[in-house]
């Protein structure tokens, strides 16, 4: 009989090409992956796996149960979505949170799911929109706020699109931010306006530009927040390298408040910059949705509660999406 816990780790397998990754993903030792697996192809009595070096790759009967296991695990999602209908929301609601919304919103989200909800019990995890979708697979969490950027233009490499949906895992958008340049407003920390002599001057309608030559406040690298304001420099025609590593953005914006560079923040995060500060909107947008297991799950009733709870919980000026 085919085991229901070993087709989800085939289907991470597929996913991720090691059997390491996917124990690294799910929280299990890769022997144990690897122990799950070879029962799992015991049990189908046909090779699913062909090992190369440290990579595992798919027989075609085993990427032909993966398509299978894809169709039984969101029916199953589906099920439960079903058999929740109707009922009260209540009991534990695993809920992840990235950290700058978190800090916005945790709060007044939680008075207005317990409000709402009586015996629902949220609790709320930090966690980076990358991290999300291994641990709601793996069942660490139920549902996560995540986001992504959206340039006002495109460039070569697909960015300003939404990313590509990860096998079980679906979302719905909830709001948008603009994204803002913070700057000094004092003017004798400005940078100097003349351009080097193998520069072109910079256009005065480009704000990111004007500031090539000042220190930058930067996320840690390989964060999205990172890659956008990286990729953001580069569309203004320079490289922009940190002086300054801080992922939190009420700190970045004290330190842009003290001279001692630019950052780019969210609206979430710029409601009540601190004195000393000037925020610029820029052609980029930070598009927050709310992450689930499978198609399944749209239309569970813990989904829409976390959304109507976000809707009540979030700051007036900020753009709400349809869902």
Known sequence: MLNLHQLRLLRELAHRGTIAAVADALSYSPSAVSQQLSLLERNAGVPLLERSGRRVALTPAGANLVRHAEVILERLE???????????????????????????????????????????????????????PDALRAGRLDLALTHYYDYDYEYDSGDGRPPPAEPGIRSRPVFTERMRLATPTDPALAPDPDPAPDEDPAPDEDPVRKWRHAPWILPTPGTLCHTSVTRLCEASGFHVDSWHRVDDYDTALGLVAAGAGVAVVPDLSARNPPAGTTLTPLPLHRRSEVTFRAAGSAAHPAVEAFIAALRDTLPPELTTEPT
């Open 78 to 132: 589906t099920a439960r979505t079903e058999l929740a209908e109707g009922r009260e929301v209540a009991g534990p609601l695993r809920l992840g949170i990235y950290p700058s919304a978190a800090r916005a919103l945790a709060s007044g989200l939680l008075v207005s799911l317990r409000r709402a909800y009586p015996r629902l019990e949220p609790w709320v995890w930090e966690v980076d929109p990358a991290d999300a």
